[in-house]
């Protein structure tokens, strides 16, 4: 794994986002946040699981801090999750920026929920919180079929071309 490997995963993330937000931006305010299935029940409070949980992985690893986990009900819409992803996309990027291969060997040590104490590296770490996101970018393509939209395909076979790579 190299900073130049995650800068792809990240690049290809939030090109994939934008790819989801298009359909997402068709969405009535209701059906965002209507409880629908999955692990955090709608739309939205899918969005901001997978923003929060990217931003406090950036955090363990040295990046911006973003304090508590996010919630839901302080993005009521999706053009307020966005403005904040680009934020955070922004935080994401200046901190790779200032990376190293060698950066990615450095011990984390992080706890989730209160649980034991772990430890990984930082690139494993990174890797985590890019693929994290992607797995919920899946469950958000299922909740928009559940309400009628179709979600495209934002495959990464389909970045590659997208971004002349």
């Not at 209701?30 to 629908?36: A, D, G, I, P, S």
Request: charged letters at 20%.
């Amino acid at each position: 794994m190299t900073v130049k490997d995650l800068e792809v995963l990240f690049d290809y993330g939030y090109w994939a986002n934008e790819h989801l937000f298009r359909v997402l931006s068709q969405l009535p305010d209701e059906q965002f946040t209507r409880n629908l299935a999955g692990s955090y029940g709608s739309v939205r409070n899918t969005l901001v699981h997978m923003l929060s949980a990217e931003w406090g992985w950036l955090e363990r690893c040295g990046g911006a801090p973003r304090g508590p986990a996010l919630n839901s009900s302080d993005y009521p819409t999706l053009a307020s999750i966005r403005e904040r992803w680009k934020q955070v996309e922004g935080f994401m990027r200046e901190f790779l920026s200032g990376l190293n291969d060698k950066d990615l060997e450095r011990p984390v040590e992080f706890a989730l929920g209160g649980g034991p104490q772990h430890t990984k590296r930082m690139g494993q770490i990174l890797h985590h919180s890019a693929n994290h996101s992607a797995h919920h970018r899946g469950q958000v393509s299922v909740l928009l079929r559940m309400l009628g939209y179709a979600p495209g395909n934002f495959d990464v076979l389909l970045f590659y071309p997208d971004v002349g790579a």
